[in-house]
T-cell receptor, first 113, second 113 residues
Framework: AQSVTQLDSQVPVFEEAPVELRCNYS??????LFWYVQYPNQGLQLLLK??????LVKGINGFEAEFNKSQTSFHLRKPSVHISDTAEYFC???????????FGAGTILRVKS | DGGITQSPKYLFRKEGQNVTLSCEQN?????MYWYRQDPGQGLRLIYY???????QKGDIAEGYSVSREKKESFPLTVTSAQKNPTAFYLC????????????FGSGTQLSVL
């Protein structure tokens, strides 16, 4: 079965600094990978997804992620964060023909002024 | 506007009581999901349904029940057999499966009196 590990539970960063949120997955077969964001007391919104093709995926709000098959990673990056990026970010994985989406434990991004 | 509506926003359960969380979508999606969110644990799948009148257990189905009598509705009942029901419950839908974008409701916070 697939699983997801988000390596940092919280990431504090100053406004306009770059940020990387780390995600590693385990699976012996092809997977699809996702990053979702959750603002306080709300549901989740899709930031970006990797299904196939280019390993660098661009999403909404200036975020991007790179799929690295050899390291089984899908780290999320943003070159310059804003206060409004403060939220919890979830990495998720599903098998290519799977019917379950497995989420990581989440990383809380705190952007400080 | 199309979307997913969860109600109520807050719900309180007494000992031995069953409670039902509502989830309605007007996106014409075939697939619907229920997730439970606990702090620091990410989202865990309770039940999912890929078509009307059919549903499958997720990873933590014990103490929960669902029905899918209509395409747009997927209510979740938290039964008295669920001994630790306090959590944030999220409903989601997608066009056909988890390989696509999941649309989430704004959640229901369930607490035990």
């Amino acid at each position: 079965a697939q699983s997801v590990t988000q390596l940092d539970s919280q990431v504090p960063v100053f406004e306009e600094a770059p940020v990387e949120l780390r995600c590693n997955y385990s699976s012996s077969v092809s997977v699809y990978l996702f990053w979702y964001v959750q603002y306080p007391n709300q549901g989740l919104q899709l930031l970006l997804k990797y299904l196939s093709g280019s390993t660098l995926v661009k999403g909404i709000n200036g975020f991007e992620a790179e799929f690295n098959k050899s390291q089984t990673s899908f780290h999320l990056r943003k070159p310059s964060v804003h206060i409004s990026d403060t939220a919890e970010y979830f990495c998720a994985v599903t098998l290519e023909y799977g019917n379950k989406l497995v989420f990581g434990a989440g990383t809380i991004l705190r952007v400080k002024s | 506007d199309g979307g997913i509506t969860q109600s109520p926003k807050y719900l309180f359960r007494k000992e031995g009581q069953n409670v039902t969380l509502s989830c309605e979508q007007n996106l014409n999606h075939d697939a619907m999901y229920w997730y439970r969110q606990d702090p620091g644990q990410g989202l865990r799948l309770i039940y999912y349904s890929q078509i009307v009148n059919d549903f499958q257990k997720g990873d933590i189905a014990e103490g929960y029940s669902v029905s899918r009598e209509k395409k747009e509705s997927f209510p979740l009942t938290v039964t008295s057999a669920q001994k630790n029901p306090t959590a944030f419950y999220l409903c989601a839908s997608s066009l056909t499966g988890v390989q696509e974008k999941l649309f989430f409701g704004s959640g229901t916070q369930l607490s035990v009196l």
